[in-house]
């Protein structure tokens, strides 16, 4: 499967962005997508993660009320509504697509989108 992240910006504290990751290749609706985010000289931490139905997801403590994953196999398409944004969220945020079950280690998702740049100012 392949995978293409979109949706990055430039925003102000506060604000909100939804980024998308679109799909391509077969049985996109079987995959668990996870979202995760790389800033400058830091690792790539986990940030939510959605199963293949959507009935259940998982994030990380840093964006737990503020963030929502969402996805729609009809559009082959994981959605990540991120409102409240602070500066400490901007990042490069890519999308991962694996086939085991939710888990924020990066060693559990084979595919991965090739990132969109989120600038959060103060």
């Known amino acids: 499967v392949q995978l293409q992240a979109s949706g990055g910006g430039v925003v102000q504290a506060g604000d909100s962005l939804r980024l998308s990751c679109a799909a391509s290749g077969r049985a996109f609706n079987s995959y668990t997508i996870a979202w995760f985010r790389q800033a400058p000289g830091k690792e790539r931490e986990f940030v939510a993660v959605?199963?293949?139905?959507?009935?259940?997801?998982y994030y990380a403590d840093s964006v737990k009320g503020r963030f929502t994953i969402s996805r729609d196999n009809a559009k082959d398409t994981v959605y990540l509504q991120m409102n409240s944004l602070k500066p400490e969220d901007s990042a490069v945020y890519y999308c991962g697509a694996g086939a085991s079950g939710l888990g924020s280690s990066r060693r559990m998702y084979d595919y991965w989108g090739q990132g969109t740049l989120v600038t959060v100012s103060s």
């Open positions: 959605i199963n293949w139905s959507g009935g259940s997801t």
